[in-house]
């Protein structure tokens, strides 16, 4: 059980605080220092990179829960209320990160590659509409997960 909760609040930090640090410090930072031609590869190469991890944490958030939920609180009959939200709400969380993923993302390296910046900026805007989204529901999980147990 240590080990499970320790690596699942580690991929909790690295989901939802890298989706934070993204909205409130790397964007803004970047609109306020660049022109779009510099900006929008700036900001795709720093996806790219934070969205290796976020595969990473996709896995270890759902072994890591559906372990403990199975091993530890006896399946999902006895669980309490906030882990069938906490399963929820992920799954939510996810759907919006593949959709992400594979469509306005993919999309923005084409758009990109092909020097198209107008569309390469229209998709940037979907995408952290998406991911305002996602770190909004991110921290609604968190505080379910963390305040339920007291519920
Ligand atoms: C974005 C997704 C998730 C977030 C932010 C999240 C967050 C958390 C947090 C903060 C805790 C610690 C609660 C505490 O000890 O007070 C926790 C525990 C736990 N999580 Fe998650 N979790 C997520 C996904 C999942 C998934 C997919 C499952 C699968 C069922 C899951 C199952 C559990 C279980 C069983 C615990 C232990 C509950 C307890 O000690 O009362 N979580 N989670």
Known sequence: MLVAI???????VYWIGGMLVMLLVVRP??????EPPQRLPLLCAVLSRFFVGVWGALVVLL??????LFRVFGGFA?????IHAMLLLFLL????????????YS???????????L???TLMGLIRTLVVI?????????IVASAGRYL
């Open 6 to 12: 320790v690596l699942h609040l580690l991929a909790v």
């Open 107 to 117: 999309a923005l390296k084409r758009a990109l590659k092909d020097k198209n910046l």
């Open 63 to 68: 072994g890591t829960g559906l372990w403990m």
């Open 78 to 82: 006895l669980a309490g209320i906030h």
């Open 119 to 121: 569309l390469a900026g």
């Open 29 to 34: 930072a970047a609109v306020q220092l660049l």
């Open 134 to 142: 996602n770190a909004s529901l991110g921290v609604a999980t968190l």
């Open 93 to 104: 969380m996810a759907g919006i990160f593949l959709y992400l993923f594979f469509r306005p």
